[in-house]
């Protein structure tokens, strides 16, 4: 019997497997970044070890980083602590290090694959649940708790049990308006915030071979939202052409002998998935979530359910979801007022994101009453903003390009939404209180976001394009 792409990147890694338990998995590339980082360090401190390879670690803030005047010193106390805390264990471990300021500091897992630190076929872990991103690459990437870093840290291995293997196919073109981001909206809508738990996704078909490798790392960022262990995308020329050349991407004959291995990384024929799931790219429509979760999601011509509509197991969390974002069973999205809209993270704080929605904002004006950020992924994504001239556009329109962080992603920084009042977020998580105590997150794609800003309520985009 073949192998699944998930199977041949993973056996590949097994140092040695315990009977009936997990497997120890060799990691290739280790990511850190301030708020999972520090009590590994002191766990190693305590124990009198240093980090066994340190080479094979990256580390950069973006958690706790504010997004505005970043040549200040930090505000708040414990993020200026987290901050300067990760900047003195990599000096003393040896670890890269790329803090506040520095040409490649940013969102740790848009750093990864701008750098060509991300590549097909590795094992790669970060205390961070998004990690999910990097399996864009064919690669088998998860996130660990910080006691698995410290475990990583010190040994360059995990104790891990294998996943089971689903795969998601979805074939068909995308309609007008619709990106990578509606697709993984519309799938965890089908399957719920819980469906894929257990399971790696691997994601094949005509709507993902199609995409960019910034739409593919939305989609695979956005596995961990339906329960998932992680998701990945077959490489391919796309992915190739993405890598070669940048900064840490491998050079010369050492290319040459990765890419004839990279070229051996699909899914055999007769390999078998524990569970296939098929959808029809033609009924994707863009995406807005309604509730507390991704799961809680619907087209956005559509409508949130109908109590009878919904299963009478999850009847009383609906009920409470709704009460805490004040919205109706059965009214539809478009025309709810809205607050905030937030453009960034590490699901949709690439370039590509930012050119679509200075495209789309493009000679127009934002609504008076929306406050919007605008938050690029990365420093190099900062820079190339600038230099393409979006920061322009944007502030023709009445944006404004801030500094790259996780923002309003989550509020562990100063770009927090209010309580009761609404954001139309490109990030990956609504539930309670994610952007800021009672604040309410709708999610949505870049130009979903952009249509929101312009007229200050819930528009459908392909009104606008």
């Known amino acids: 019997m073949g192998k699944t792409l998930f199977d041949k990147v993973w056996d590949a890694h097994v140092v040695s497997e315990i009977e009936g338990g997990p497997s120890v998995l060799y990691i290739d590339r280790h990511l850190i970044h301030e708020v999972t980082s520090p009590q590994a360090f002191a766990g190693l401190d305590a124990r009198g070890i240093s980090v066994f390879r340190p080479e094979k670690t990256v580390a950069t803030p973006d958690h706790n980083v504010p997004t505005i005047d970043q040549h200040l010193p930090i505000k708040d106390v414990l993020s200026k602590t987290q901050v300067e805390t990760l900047a003195k264990n990599t000096e003393k471990h040896g670890v890269r290090h790329y803090g506040l300021n520095h040409p490649y500091q ?85 399957i719920s915030a819980s469906g894929g738990t257990g399971y790696f996704i691997e994601y094949t078909g005509s709507a993902f071979t199609n995409l960019s490798m910034e739409g593919r790392m939305t989609v695979c960022n956005m596995s961990i939202e339906m329960g998932a262990r992680g998701g990945l995308i077959a490489p391919d020329e796309v992915t ?29 024929e007769d390999a078998v998935f524990d569970m296939e799931l098929n959808y029809d790219a033609a009924d994707i429509e863009p995406m807005i979530t309604y509730g507390t979760n991704p799961g809680m999601g619907v087209g956005i ?32 999205m478009l025309g709810k007022a809205i607050d905030y809209v937030f453009v960034g993270s590490c699901t949709n704080g690439r370039i590509e994101d930012l050119r679509a929605f200075a495209n789309f904002v493009k000679g127009k004006q934002k609504a008076d009453n929306v406050v919007a950020w605008i938050v ?13 001239g979006i920061d322009k ?50 999610l949505a794609s870049p130009l979903t976001a952009a249509a929101a800003a312009l007229t200050g309520k819930i528009t459908d985009p392909r009104t606008l394009l």
């Not at 999850?314 to 004040?326: A, D």
């Open 393 to 442: 556009v944007l502030t023709k329109a009445g944006f404004e390009l801030r500094q790259p962080g996780c923002s309003a992603c989550l509020a562990m920084n100063d770009d927090k939404i209010p309580e009761g009042l609404y954001s139309v977020a490109t990030s990956n998580r609504n539930f309670e209180g994610r952007q800021g105590p009672g604040s309410r997150t709708l």
């Open 106 to 190: 940013g969102v740790v897992h848009v750093v990864g694959p701008e750098l060509g630190l991300t590549l097909p076929g590795m094992t790669i872990v970060c205390g961070d649940s998004h990690t999910a991103t990097h399996g864009a690459f064919g690669s088998v990437a998860f996130g660990i708790g910080t006691s698995e870093v410290e475990m990583v840290l010190s040994t360059q291995c995990i104790l891990q049990p294998k996943p089971k293997r689903m795969k998601i196919n979805v074939d068909g073109e995308l309609g007008k308006g619709v990106t990578a981001k509606d697709i993984i909206l519309y799938i965890i809508s089908k």
């Open 301 to 332: 011509s559509g409508s949130i359910p109908t109590l009878e509509s919904v299963e009478p197991a999850t009847r009383v969390t609906f009920e409470k979801s709704l009460k805490y974002m004040n919205f109706e069973a059965g009214s539809a």
């Open 376 to 388: 690029p992924g990365s420093k190099q994504v900062e820079k190339q903003a600038i230099e393409e």
């Open 240 to 268: 190739f052409e993405y890598i070669k050349g940048r900064e840490f991407a491998p050079k010369g004959k050492e290319w040459d002998k990765l890419l004839a291995y990279w070229k051996t990384l699909k899914t055999d």
